[in-house]
């Protein structure tokens, strides 16, 4: 290797301010080198990760990191010898100067034409060196004629030759190579730019097109660092410059854009970076955990403006959509540009617009300030025509320039207000253009309400967007009910659509149902005063103000209903069509509920849902249409229900004084909420058994009103364990319990139905072999009711770890039904029935009905329940007992779960 220092290791030409190299030098001439490069690296990785705690400025972090590869790849070059025939070259970010904790160090390894394989070994043995420190490098060894060859067909190759530096070797190599794969041989500035576009789109597609993911990637979401990276790669390949800052004053970019680039490097930067130190690896996606510990290390604090990491997330998509504008509005200026030869086509709309080879742009620079109401009309002209592609770049400057003029006085002019009403009516885009006002800063100027809400983020998983663009979602799946394509999914919708005679009310409850949130108090309350003042202001008469105000604060009630109540109890349909109070409202408030469901979600929103939503709109309905006070009594429900069964099991041979002697020991609530097509099913069951057999039955529900999700019914001796045998039993198969049925039998038996889901929110189908496994659990479990203490554990996943609310609970007797009912709210985990029927059967407490509800990463159950003589609760020290234990149970395998 050489005896002389001096010689072999040539002084590293740039000396880092933060790096002793005199030291280094010192140390390779004396001590084992690999120890020597590894505790530099070592020492250095320490110097900057407390600089970033301490808060230093993240720019010099990032390029003084790279100035320290540099000379670390200099130092392990020069261990070896070379000739003047091959270059030692940084490429992509890391030649670049941009360096984060556990970014990839790409290099390039440039040999002339001519060399043949005198360095294999020398190379060889160069990465393996490089390796040995404990530096992970992305290396390729190609001549000056392959990178070329290679160059011309692959576009990211191109692409991270254009930032090629120079580390080691001689540099007219690196310069011809820049040359040969320059816009002149290769990749015109136009096929360039196309193929640069095409593929930020198909990556802005995996991140399915928002800024607004729940555990965004900082990297490649758009609006991300890759956005900013495009622009870079397709500015330097046109202007043939090194940097932004060298096209100052060349009209690409305003001193204000110039800014926003620079604040959103240098913001997402410093995330990435913290990201990169709190996963120790290459991680770009901002998953929960991390946020939370960046929002403190960032300085963010828990306050009545919501939580520290809320507050994060929301500095975070301002960040990312501030960018993602920026990006459209420079990138189609490069298209303009690059395409300046051909000749624009010109159409005239009117005296203040006009059309740009399909771009809409103002006629004059003055528009805007001689109409403002002109900031409104771009956009209605825009929606009247759908076949103009967007705004042209420099009209997008004009309108973030003097968005200003949106002002009170704007917002109280009359025309404004018909204007932006008029966006409601239009045929198509709507939520394009509702978008692109939100993204030019006009949408949140109009309504100021709305520009609270955007990028505020609820951080759990049953949230998973932004608030303002849940909101934009949502209107957005209102007008796909519109749509023919629509209708096999949301039948119900999509004919409540096409005979609603004023939809533009549904969407402006739609914009308005979550713009209370993050102030404090209930949303629903707060948002239904702004959309009165917001109606009144806007001409709406006083029944359509009323209607939109009432969509608005019960917007959440359906759904609640739905899940959380039983709605195969008359009582329920009854009293929820009197909250209704008409079919307007019902069918109003419908599409609303299934718009927002699914606009929340994408895993909210399933057939099981679906299935609740249906029976509870029809079933009121039909209540709505009788007039209420005709609802069938429940007397006339249960002849009804026992008629239908009797006949369909006359069909099977089973006659009508066998079927009655079945049921002569069932309570009514059994045929008020079971469907005769179930009540038959059981008593076919019954009758071709032993009186004391035990019976468990599974099939997939045929019942439109269950649809999408498997159906279990279980007939045992009576016992108040039953329900946490069958619950445990589940758990272990792996099953979620979405709903529970049961019931006491005079005959000394208690009928309980299940509709479970699989963990993919699934039914289980049709499978023997599967439900048989599942019969076999059953029965074992119940063979040993009241003789077992441990309740199932299964590894919760990662992400419902990370949302670990306190349990909370509330109880009440209902005087009406004779039943305690109890409310547990909790973050859902497997066996979290289970664990709390076993509360119930250590306390003597017996289980009658429950109503099961999960919602994203927590549940929210209702058990009705009684002492073991079937009373109501009265004992105040046992209700304090069963919600202290309850809440103490779940709450300890929350912790422990966390733990792990």
Known sequence: MGASLSLRFPEYACQPIFFNQNRFRDDLASKPKI??????????????????????????????????????????????????????????????????????????ILLDNKVGKKYDENLQAFVTHLWDIGLGVGSSVRTLKECIKIAKQDITVATNLIEARRIAGNDKLRDQLQIKTGPKYMWREDRFFKAKVDEQNERHAQHNNT?????????NAPGGLRDLQTINWVAKRFFGVQTLRQLEGQDFFTEYEFGILRSCEAFLWKVRYGLHLLAGRPEERLLFEYQRQLAKSFGFKDSDKGLAVEQ???????????????????????????????????????????LRDNYIQVTH?????????A???????????????????????????????????FREDAQNRALFIELFNIDFGLVTQLNRMKHYG?????????GKITGQMQHDLFHRYTVDAHTLLLIQNIRRFTFPEEEKQFPIAAYIMKKMEKPHLLLIAGLFHDIGKGRGGDHSILGAVDAREFCEQHGFNTRETNLVVWLVEKHLLMSYVSQKQDISDPDVIHNFAIEVGDRLHLDFLYALTVADMCATNPDVWNTWRASLLRQLYMDTKRA???????????????????????????????????????????????????????????????????EDEDIILIRETTSMSFEGATQIFVRVKASPHVFIAVASALAHQQLMIQDARIYDAESGHTLDTFYVLTENYEPIGNNPETYARIIAAIKKELSLVGNYQNVIKRRTPRDLKQFAIPTSTSISNDIVHGYTVLEVISPDRPALLATIGQVFMELGIQLQNAKISTLGERVEDVFFISDMDGNPLSDPQLCRNLQKIICERLDKKVEEEKNQ
């Not at 504008?325 to 051909?342: A, G, S």
């Open 35 to 108: 120890k020597v490069f590894k505790d530099a690296i070592a020492g250095i990785n320490q110097h900057f990760e407390t600089r970033f705690y301490e808060g230093n400025d993240i720019r010099h972090l990032i390029h003084e990191r790279s100035a320290f590869i540099d000379l670390i790849l200099h130092y392990s070059w020069y261990q070896f010898d070379w000739d003047d025939d091959i270059c030692l070259i940084a490429v992509g970010g890391y030649g670049r100067g941009e360096l984060h904790p556990q970014s990839d160090i790409d290099i390039l």
């Open 211 to 219: 800024t607004s993911n729940l555990e965004p990637n900082v990297k």
């Open 312 to 354: 994060f997330m929301h500095e975070y998509y301002r960040t990312v959509m501030a960018l993602s504008e920026l990006n459209d509005v420079l990138l189609q200026y490069l298209d303009e540009v690059i395409h300046k030869k051909r000749r624009p086509k010109i159409k005239k709309i009117n005296e203040r617009f006009e």
């Open 365 to 373: 620079d003055q528009v805007f300030d001689e109409t403002p109401s």
């Open 375 to 409: 900031l409104l009309e771009i956009f209605v002209l825009m929606g009247k025509d759908p076949s103009i592609a967007g705004v042209r770049a420099s009209t997008i400057r004009l309108i973030r320039e003097r968005r200003w003029l949106v002002d009170e006085h």
């Open 442 to 450: 006009i949408l949140g100027r109009y309504l100021p309400a709305f």
């Open 624 to 690: 709505l249409r009788r007039g209420l006070e005709e609802t069938i009594d429940k007397a006339e429900l249960i002849e009804e229900t026992q008629a239908l069964a009797t006949a369909r099991l006359r069909d099977k041979g089973i006659s009508e004084a066998r079927a009655k002697a079945i049921w002569a020991t069932m309570g009514d609530e059994y045929f008020i909420r079971e469907s005769h097509l179930d009540i038959a099913w059981h008593a076919e069951a019954i009758a071709s058994r032993e």
